[in-house]
Nanobody
Framework: QVQLVESGGGLVQPGGSLRLSCTASGFTISDYWMGWYRQAPGKEREEVAG????????TLTDSVKGRFTISRDNDKNTMYLQMNNLKPEDTAVYYCRCGVHYWGQGTQVTVSS
């Protein structure tokens, strides 16, 4: 069964950190570009970060540059998003994507005092 499962979301105070993980099963991620997306209530889903198959190239949307880091471990079939200095506007459901077709179910991140 092909599946992407996100974990690591939760409630954190402004300025705090979280590390999201996205683990694939049923296929190998090593041949695919992967990305993190987020969707806040009432807003469209947006791409937050992307990483090439060999992790040689990464992209970050401007609002998270200097705070978020995307990485992957192909041996563990897992991608990560390290989120530091979180802000209330980072509150959203975070989704991982692998290639064109595969999406995770999402994990909630809430930044609030």
């Amino acid at each position: 069964q092909v599946q992407l499962v996100e974990s690591g979301g939760g409630l954190v105070q402004p300025g705090g950190s979280l590390r999201l993980s996205c683990t694939a099963s049923g296929f190998t991620i090593s041949d695919y570009w992967m990305g993190w997306y987020r969707q806040a209530p009432g807003k469209e889903r947006e791409e937050v970060a992307g990483i090439s198959s060999g992790a040689t190239s990464t992209t970050l949307t401007d609002s998270v540059k200097g705070r978020f880091t995307i990485s992957r471990d192909n041996d563990k079939n897992t991608m990560y998003l390290q989120m530091n200095n979180l802000k209330p506007e980072d509150t959203a459901v975070y989704y991982c994507r692998c290639g064109v077709h595969y999406w995770g179910q999402g994990t909630q991140v809430t930044v609030s005092s």
